[in-house]
């Protein structure tokens, strides 16, 4: 059988390597100069392969359409990730969080392990190679593939793997979407995911840019309702526009598919609850304030806060203290002491936009999943077309999640196997 593979990510490679690994004449076509280019960028260039949770639990960190992947993550692991890549001599590390990194902490070695596998499958790559359209030839049961210079790929089979709209530098321009539309699929609306979030208070975010903060525990709240979206607990960093960082981007995930989120933004209902403190309740914090301003019971209130925050952090808590900031520690009233306690516990930012597409690790959106088989992705309205890896309506969380999605479905779509059977459906 003749098989297209469009798009060189890591869902279109492994797509490749899986249909070539089955005895097919495999085509890779990618329309940029080299394969992975987003792959290498990955986890700051480290790549965050894969997160080594029990597969179930990838589902619950895949907040958009993670029950359709149920069967592409029973297909392919994450320790099949791992003994592919240890089989060609990579070996790799868990970091915290759960996250799986090579240990050579370069995504360049990922990708040549994928590299290596293709040329050692004689599967043929063709660079610089952007595809128009797919043409359904129905009188043969063939797809052909169209190329920008008119030039023709006949096939028995072809799997679309064109990636979303995020990261449009690494060839993600959403190319596939209008290729699938020309072919009677629906795209669901293209959101960014994993992507940072600005704030209304633009002088507080400029006064504390580059303040990176660990441990701290995050909430997104709708005041509307009063109800949370979205905690979590890690890191963030706050950003000329706003606010960043692996908590904040699994935020964006989960808030980007929330009902009426663009209304709600508008209007100030979003609010990011921040403590900076989580490890000790209001109690043991006063207590903390307490033995500090002992020992500090002779200075200004301005220099009295080194021990227990970030020098950035110092000036803001002082200004919504609302406390003389030359006043003595010694004069601080057990009222003004509580609010700085409530300050750290509950230090509240009003949300009002998603930052650009262009600046998401992700896209949230993509061809309907109810137009695709989940256990073969194979496309429920044209018969020989597979999808694989972002270009579906499924993201999820950071951690490495995304790249065993990729993984995942590229390796179901170009697989030729009997498709993972669900003992909970009988299916």
């Given at each position: 059988m003749k098989v297209i593979v469009i798009g060189g990510g890591p869902a279109g490679m492994m797509a490749a390597i899986t249909a070539a690994e089955s005895g097919n004449k495999v085509i890779l076509l990618e329309k940029m100069e080299r394969l992975g280019r987003k792959l290498l960028i990955t986890g700051k260039g480290r790549c965050n392969i894969t997160s080594s949770l029990p597969s179930d639990e990838f589902i619950q960190n895949t907040p958009g359409n993670g029950q359709f992947l149920y069967s592409c993550f029973k297909n392919y692991t994450n320790q099949d990730i791992i003994q592919f890549l240890k089989s060609h001599g990579l070996e790799v590390k868990e970091e915290r969080g759960n996250r799986i990194f090579p240990v050579t902490d370069k995504s360049l070695d990922v990708l040549e392990c994928f590299v290596k596998r293709l040329k050692e499958l004689n599967v043929e790559v063709f660079y610089n190679t952007k595809v128009t359209d797919i043409i359904q030839k129905n009188e043969q049961k063939?797809?052909?593939?169209?190329?920008?210079?008119?030039?023709?790929?006949?096939?028995?089979?072809?799997?679309?793997?064109?990636?979303?709209?995020?990261?449009?530098?690494t060839g993600s321009t959403g190319d596939g979407y209008k290729i699938a539309e020309n072919l009677g699929h629906t795209v669901t609306?293209?959101?960014?995911?994993?992507?940072?979030?600005?704030?209304?208070?633009k002088k507080l975010c400029k006064d504390l840019q580059g303040l990176s903060l660990r441990n701290v525990n995050i909430e997104?709240?709708?005041?509307?309702?009063?109800?949370?979206?979205?905690e979590d607990?890690?890191?963030?960093?706050?950003?000329?526009?706003?606010?960043?960082?692996?908590?904040?981007?699994?935020?964006?995930?989960?808030?980007?598919?929330?009902?009426?989120?663009?209304e709600l933004l508008k209007n100030?209902?979003?609010?990011?609850?921040?403590?900076f403190k989580p490890a000790l309740s209001d109690e043991k914090?006063?207590?903390?304030?307490?033995?500090d301003f002992s020992e500090f019971k002779n200075k200004q209130f301005k220099n009295s806060l080194e021990k227990l925050l970030p020098q950035k952090l110092i000036p803001i808590?002082?200004?919504?203290?609302?406390?003389?900031?030359?006043?003595?520690?010694?004069?601080?009233?057990?009222?003004?002491?509580?609010?700085?306690?409530?300050?750290?516990?509950?230090?509240?930012?009003?949300?009002?936009?998603?930052?650009?597409?262009?600046?998401?690790i992700i896209t949230s959106g993509g061809i309907n999943i109810k137009e695709i088989n989940p256990k073969t992705m194979e496309s429920k309205l044209v018969p020989g077309l597979y999808f694989a890896g972002e270009i579906i309506d499924v993201d999820a969380y950071t951690g490495g999640f995304n790249l065993q999605i990729a993984y995942s479905t590229g390796y179901t779509a170009g697989s030729e196997g009997t498709p993972f059977f669900d003992p909970k459906t009988n299916n």
């Open positions: 063939k797809l052909q593939v169209r190329t920008e210079y008119n030039k023709l790929f006949e096939a028995d089979k072809v799997i679309l793997a064109t990636g979303g709209k995020s990261y449009p530098l609306k293209i959101r960014p995911s994993l992507v940072p979030l600005e704030c209304y208070d997104l709240k709708n005041i509307e309702n009063n109800k949370v979206i979205y607990f890690g890191e963030m960093i706050f950003t000329h526009f706003g606010v960043s960082g692996p908590t904040i981007l699994s935020s964006s995930a989960h808030l980007v598919r929330y009902k009426n989120i663009y100030k209902k979003i609010i990011l609850k921040i403590d914090l006063d207590e903390r304030i307490l033995r808590i002082i200004e919504k203290s609302k406390i003389n900031p030359d006043k003595k520690v010694n004069e601080i009233t057990k009222q003004e002491r509580k609010n700085i306690v409530k300050l750290l516990k509950y230090f509240e930012i009003v949300i009002t936009d998603f930052r650009p597409i262009d600046e998401a």
